[in-house]
């Protein structure tokens, strides 16, 4: 059995915190994902009752999907992530949302109360078979407090993708948008990126390209902001479908769900992950090969 000495490991925790520096990679502990559904539960039928399983996490466990108005289905594989954009493997399948000619949702108790007072990070892909191409009928997820709206992401009536921020956390009493101008192109998987962030207001990307470590947001892609007249609101469920839950025109797909306290518990950018792992690797070599130099015993 190797030993090392401690000045060897000493050697080597030093390293691999400079590599992680260099690397510009967050620690684990800043890193934290509270939430994650990459839809890997059974396909073929419907998604209510149902929980992720590994590495699917949920804040508290337990709580399973309900859906209402209509068919909400776990379809066989995972959307592809778009090309050139940042985030992590996909597992899994994916959830389906279908046009029944009624107002049709899916929604998850996180099982407990998160505040816009602190900052976090939401992250999924979406994909619509055609736009709504009407004023309210939006497709994407919701944050829900007490069963009623707070924020939205995701497609809007136009087929633009929008943060809005329903009346109740405005404080002109009207809803306040942060539109990005990119169009929800039938049939094309997009990656959304979401911060809510009490300093900064709230932000959007739209497949994100890059990761600036230093700043620690996404880069690349579209994004749109608003920071202006908004109020700290709290929620406890996660909903897919419309924000007032309004009829969608054709399928609308889910997958790989993530809700984090950072952008890299979310998007890590790849090649990151790859520098950091592989100077891990070095140094671990490093410290290898100096201990079977020295031998038991031998000079620190």
């Known amino acids: 059995m190797t030993t090392y000495s401690p000045s060897s490991r000493g050697v080597l925790a030093s390293l691999i915190l400079t590599t992680i520096a260099l690397a510009g990679m967050p620690s684990v502990a800043t890193a934290t994902i509270l939430a994650y559904d990459p839809f890997n539960q059974a396909s073929g039928g419907s998604i209510g009752g149902t ?72 992250s999924y892909l979406f994909t619509q078979s055609n736009t709504n191409n009407a004023d309210g009928n939006n497709d994407g997820i919701s944050l829900l407090g007490s069963g009623t709206s707070r924020i939205f992401f995701g497609s809007d009536g136009a087929g633009d993708f929008v943060i809005r921020a329903i009346s109740g956390q405005s404080v002109t009493g009207a809803d306040a948008f942060a539109n990005t101008s990119v169009g929800a192109t039938s049939g094309q998987t997009f990656q959304l990126v979401v911060n809510i962030d009490p300093f900064t207001g709230y932000t959007m990307w739209v497949n994100p390209t890059g990761f600036n470590s230093v700043s620690g947001v996404p880069t690349g892609g579209t994004s749109a902001s608003m920071n202006s007249n908004l109020l700290q609101f709290s929620f406890d469920t996660i909903q897919l479908g419309g924000d007032d839950r309004t009829n969608t025109n054709g399928s609308v797909t889910f997958d790989e769900f993530r809700m984090g306290t950072t952008a890299v518990a979310v998007v890590p950018e790849p090649s990151t992950c790859a520098m950091a792992l592989a100077g891990l690797a070095w140094c671990g070599s490093v410290a290898f090969r100096r201990c079977r130099r020295r031998g038991p015993g031998g000079p620190a």
């Open 51 to 122: 929980s992720s399983t590994s590495p699917g996490v949920w804040p508290t466990g337990g709580q399973t999907w309900s859906t209402a108005g209509g068919n909400v289905d776990v379809s066989a594989g995972s959307l592809s992530l778009p090309a050139g954009v940042v985030g992590l493997p996909t597992d899994g399948n994916r959830a389906v949302l279908g046009n029944t000619g009624a107002q049709v949702s899916a929604s998850r108790s996180l099982g407990t109360t998160y505040s816009s007072a602190s900052p976090l990070w939401f």
